[in-house]
């Protein structure tokens, strides 16, 4: 049980200041900042250990942002990748989940505040603090792109890019002039990851098979779907085999796809792109952005705090330990650290942080002594799919293409979902939508945020 400390900082108005710690347990206090995937698995392995648990997220939910893609695509209810934070971890008996948001980090007096919605400031005193901020959308210097190319990062992006890919349709389905309706019809995704690839293939899927039979007046097939990427490769990590088999598929699938080739500029109307041909204005109303990311202002917070450098990215640097120097039991993990073998920014690294950072304060709580082991990543290897029962995988130096990948990479991510229940959901959808009748059952549009959605309301 968590009770508020001393009388005079009782008060609940707003613009008051709670210090929050456990009753009278006399038990070392744990703050984690952050209900991702790194956040999560430190508190679930501090579960059994004699410690009380804070988590503190400025969302209610954990989201298992792998799958983002499919709810900006209408494959998947945002609900079923991302379940109430409090319920992924009501087995942890000595965790605490607090929606608040974390604006300052005091390392002398080992004292998190935060933001509650209700304008109050919590004070988390800690013992041992693990921050696990994740990342954002990185614009390489232009920031002002972000208003004509949504990234994906939360739910809410999702919703938003799904309401401003449909409703694209449904404005070339209104368009009277040819040049308008092309516009419209014109998507260009910015980055070859395997997020870019996922949602390149989910928008030819879109066209292709999913809406033609929906419209009267466009023909959805003529869409125009653009992926490009600075790199000289799609999935630049992967195999080489596996990167040109997905570009074969995607090209065989309508998809224009450029390599060697960046963006330079854009507005509400165009994107413009340099690449080996030279200069070129591309007309779309519809870009996205899955490019590059740059860690949590949580890393530049830690930084200023501890002195810790940050690289170019914005990432905190760590020891091997994932701890902070001059902090004494402060560590980060996951996207918004580099360590000193340069991990890759992925779920799984974050997942095996912060297991490792978990067990490590459970033994010291345990007053074991000496020098820990250094983290040491097990690279489980890497998949993304390129459409319905299309994916490609790597797996330990094995390379899968096709049918087999796409079976693979849908149990491991199904099994990564949080409850049976999610799980059960999320593979009807996948075989009403993705095979049986390519039926997409969330295709809701918001009027507000996503600028073509906002455009059908001003218009009505």
């Given amino acids: ?39 999560v698995r430190a508190a679930k392995a501090l579960a059994r250990a004699d410690v009380d648990v804070t988590l503190v997220d400025r969302t209610n939910h954990h989201l298992f942002q792998p799958l983002l893609y499919q709810v900006a695509t209408g494959i998947l209810a945002p609900g079923l990748i991302a379940p109430a934070l409090r319920r992924v971890v009501k087995k942890e008996r000595n965790v605490r989940t607090l929606l608040a948001e974390v604006h300052d980090i005091d390392p002398e007096r080992k004292v998190v505040r935060a933001a509650t919605p209700a304008g109050q400031t919590l004070e988390l005193p800690y013992d041992y603090l693990v921050v696990a901020g994740g990342a954002t959308h990185a614009y390489f210097g232009h920031p002002q792109w972000s208003q004509f190319a949504p990234g994906m990062k939360t739910v809410d992006d999702a919703r938003m890019l799904r309401s401003h890919i449909l409703g694209a349709y449904e404005l070339a389905e209104l368009a009277t002039d040819d040049a308008e309706r092309r516009a419209r019809l014109t998507f260009v ?12 293939g989910q928008l030819a899927e879109l066209a292709r098979y999913v809406l033609p039979e929906d419209y009267r007046s466009i023909d959805t097939r003529r869409a125009r779907i653009i992926l490009l990427d600075a790199g000289p490769a799609v999935l630049g990590p ?36 340099k690449g080996p041909a030279g200069e070129e204005r591309i007309v779309a109303r519809t870009k996205i952005w899955a490019a590059g990311v740059q860690a949590s202002p949580l890393a530049a917070m830690l930084a200023e705090a501890t002195g810790a450098p940050t690289d170019r990215a914005g990432r905190v640097a760590v020891r091997a330990d994932c701890s902070l120097p001059g902090a004494e039991g402060v560590y980060a993990i996951g996207d918004m650290v580099t360590t000193p073998d340069r991990l890759p920014g992925v779920a799984q690294v974050a997942m095996q942080q912060g297991t490792y950072v978990g067990r490590q304060i459970a033994d010291q709580v345990k007053g074991h002594t000496g020098t820990p082991a250094p983290f040491r990543y097990v690279d489980k290897g890497s998949m993304a799919t390129i459409g319905a029962r299309q994916a490609v995988a790597d797996v330990r130096g094995v390379t899968i293409t096709g049918y087999l990948a796409y079976l693979l990479w849908c149990y491991v991510h199904v099994m990564f979902l949080v409850g049976w229940g999610n799980r059960l959901g999320t593979l009807y959808n996948w075989v009403r939508s993705l095979h049986h009748s390519r039926n997409r059952g969330h295709r809701l549009i918001s009027m507000t945020g996503a600028p073509a959605a906002e455009e059908m309301q001003a218009a009505a």
């Fill in 1 to 39: 049980m968590y009770v508020h400390d001393s009388a005079p900082e009782r008060s609940t108005s707003a613009g008051s200041v709670v210090r929050m710690r456990a009753k009278d347990s006399g038990r070392p206090q744990v703050v984690v900042i952050g209900g991702g995937f790194g956040g």
């Fill in 189 to 200: 995704v910015v980055g070859a990851g395997p997020t870019g690839v996922e949602i390149t």
């Fill in 238 to 273: 992967f195999a080489p085999k596996l990167q040109a088999y997905t570009r074969r598929r995607l090209e065989e699938m309508g998809v224009e796809v450029r390599v060697n080739t960046a963006a330079t500029d854009m507005d509400d109307e165009s994107i413009t792109v």
